[in-house]
């Protein structure tokens, strides 16, 4: 079996997702991506990759990507969901149907990637799982209600995982930033702050790093938690 590590990455035409699989690649990893829109197939053409379009609130989309993962690299050493940005309505606008969506997205898909990977990852010794996640998933703000509500939920179950697989040496972390963008045109419509750091958010480079740690064995003790890389912006200790 090929020994070079594998990692999947999920919305990973453009934004976070990109790029944690060019950090990822940088690192020696091959990688899977999966994303809807065709345009993942040239980012895994230039990484020297695969790629699946499809959506990860499908579960047959899911499974497609990991079977082709395992067929094409024959392990999965590592997973990155990540996700695009959530619609913002009015919290009682939004529907049933919204909630359902938005629910198979954000928390679902993380349940339904770890059902499918854990084997091969039991198999081989041992893996890692970084969810991303947001900066008001502990604090919800009204201007982006299913962050506050739904990678609550997916935080919890990232806890919950990691005490059920631990002695597998699988482990699972949630990531939660505040704004990643290449530019400020990127952040049109939300309300950023003056005071950034830096002036400016951190580049979709700059965080993929923080994501490739957490993967790397140099976190081999992190797990079950949520890192925030949100420029002390919570209010949580």
Do not use: H
Not at 23 to 28: A, N, V, W, Y
Not at 84 to 92: V, Y
Not at 126 to 134: D, E, L, P, Q, R
């Amino acid at each position: 079996m090929n020994s070079q590590k594998v990692a999947i990455i999920t919305a990973a035409s453009r934004g976070i997702g990109a790029g944690c699989a060019r950090e990822l690649f940088s690192r020696g990893y091959r990688v899977s991506l999966i994303a809807r829109n065709k345009s993942v197939f040239e980012l895994a053409s230039e990484l020297g990759g695969i790629a699946t379009q499809g959506s990860i609130a499908n579960p047959q989309d899911l499974q497609q990507l990991v079977e082709t993962t395992l067929l094409n690299f024959g392990r999965v050493d590592a997973v990155v969901n990540s996700f695009g940005d959530p619609p913002r309505p009015d919290l009682l606008s939004i529907s049933d149907e919204m909630w359902i969506e938005n629910f198979q997205m954000l928390f679902l898909s993380v349940v339904r990637m770890a059902r499918l990977v854990t084997p091969p990852m039991q198999q081989q010794g041992g893996g890692a799982i970084v969810n991303i996640s947001a900066c008001d998933s502990q604090e919800p703000g009204l201007g982006t209600p299913f962050s506050g509500t739904l990678r609550a939920a997916m935080e919890g179950f990232t806890k919950l995982y990691a005490k059920r697989y631990k002695a597998d040496r699988i482990r699972m972390i949630s990531v939660a930033p505040f704004f990643v963008a290449d530019s400020m045109e990127e952040l049109e419509g939300w309300n950023v702050p003056i005071d950034l750091m830096f002036g400016r958010p951190a580049t979709y480079a700059e965080f993929a790093k923080t994501v490739a740690f957490l993967i790397s064995d140099d976190a081999q003790f992190i797990t079950g938690t949520t890192l925030k890389v949100d420029e002390a912006r919570s209010a949580a200790i």
